[in-house]
């Protein structure tokens, strides 16, 4: 049965930082992609950041360049998102997502399976 759950949102003031993890289970975790997406209060389900297996490559969305940063630890079945500098219009409920292939994707529907989400709130 293949399970991600996800854990580290909270409330956070603007400016501040988080760090997301994600525990994968459940399959085999290092020849696939990761992805991050997140949901806006009143919105639909956006792409934030996807890291290829073995790391090789990530791709973000322009509003978290040079804010977010995702990685993985295939030793734990783990992908984090580091993300700093937090703006209130980073609110959401954030969900990691594993990739049908290799390739970091921007599309959910390139995505096999979900986790649960966790709330990360942006305080101005």
């Known amino acids: 049965q293949v399970q991600l759950v996800e854990s580290g949102g909270g409330l956070v003031q603007a400016g501040g930082s988080l760090r997301l993890s994600c525990v994968a289970s459940?399959?085999?975790?290092?020849?696939?992609?990761m992805g991050w997406f997140r949901q806006p209060p009143g919105k639909e389900r956006e792409f934030v950041a996807a890291i290829s297996w073995g790391a090789r490559s990530t791709r973000y969305t322009d509003s978290v360049k040079d804010r977010f940063a995702i990685s993985r630890e295939d030793a734990k079945n783990t992908v984090y998102l580091q993300m700093n500098s937090l703006k209130p219009e980073d609110t959401g409920v954030y969900y990691c997502?594993?990739?049908?292939?290799?390739?970091?994707?921007?599309?959910?529907?390139?995505?096999?399976?979900w986790g649960q989400g966790t709330q990360v709130t942006v305080s101005s």
């Open positions: 459940g399959f085999t975790f290092s020849p696939y992609a």
């Open positions: 997502a594993s990739a049908r292939g290799g390739l970091p994707q921007t599309t959910p529907g390139s995505y096999a399976n």
